[in-house]
């Protein structure tokens, strides 16, 4: 008989990014030590740039010193992509989950996100797909509504997927998103002709568009503030 799959989803609201990263760091350790089991965080970051371990920092476009006038922060990270962007009205996936356990591999992971996104899209009228060869992500044509960038550790996983809608899109005008140059960005609510719900709605229907797809039987919702306290300390 097969086992229930079981998913527990941290509900975190707007994080800081160092504050979600230490926290990512933790429950990757407790999932090694099989102190958790799967866990998905849900959430949203302030006006922030991210690059990835490439340090592909050159398409950043304006000067670091610069970044404090337009709002936002840059730091970087060891989750594979180049450079991208986080902020309001974006919702954020990160899984810390064990692909041993699932028996699927690096490629399939990524698979997997992407059709997240794609069935996101879908379910308000939108026909996305995955990025040609070299381009990372899901697309709307030629213009980018996710974006992906994982890191995996012993078979555990961590950062994820940021889902485009409706973020401020003036911030990817000062990077090359993703690498990627002379492509747009876009959104769920440019894209679609649907009247979109409260985005707490959409982001609990991004979670389930991820539990779906990775096959998981049991969501453990989980919603306070003090679990990104209590994770950095």
Not at 21 to 34: A, P
Request: aromatic share 6%; proline share 4%; net charge negative.
């Amino acid at each position: 008989m097969r086992v229930l799959r079981s998913l527990e989803v941290l509900k975190l609201g707007v994080v800081n990014y160092l504050d979600a990263l230490k926290l990512q760091e933790k429950l990757v350790l407790d999932r090694k030590s099989h102190r958790i089991c799967d866990t998905l965080l849900s959430l949203q970051h302030p006006p922030t740039y991210t690059v990835g371990k490439r340090q592909t920092v050159h398409n950043l476009l304006i000067p670091q010193s610069e970044l404090e006038q337009i709002g936002a922060e840059l730091h970087y990270t060891q989750r594979g992509g180049d450079i991208t962007f986080h902020g309001p009205h974006q919702a954020i996936l990160y899984p810390i989950i064990s692909l041993r356990d699932m028996g699927i591999g690096a490629r399939s992971y990524v698979e997997k996100m992407e059709r997240t996104m794609i069935e996101m899209a879908a379910q308000y009228g939108v026909k996305a797909c995955p990025g040609q060869t070299g381009e990372t992500g899901v697309w709307v044509g030629e213009r980018k509504i996710g974006a992906i960038g994982v890191r995996i550790s012993n078979g555990i996983t961590s950062h994820g997927l940021a889902f485009n809608i409706d973020p401020d899109l003036t911030y990817f005008r000062y990077i090359v998103p993703c690498g990627i140059a002379d492509k747009e960005v876009t959104s769920l609510r440019r894209e679609t002709d649907s009247v979109l719900p409260a985005e707490e709605i959409i982001q609990e229907q991004l979670v389930s568009c991820f539990s779906r797809i990775f096959g998981y039987d049991n969501l453990i919702w989980k919603e306070d503030d003090s679990i990104v306290t209590d994770g950095t300390e």
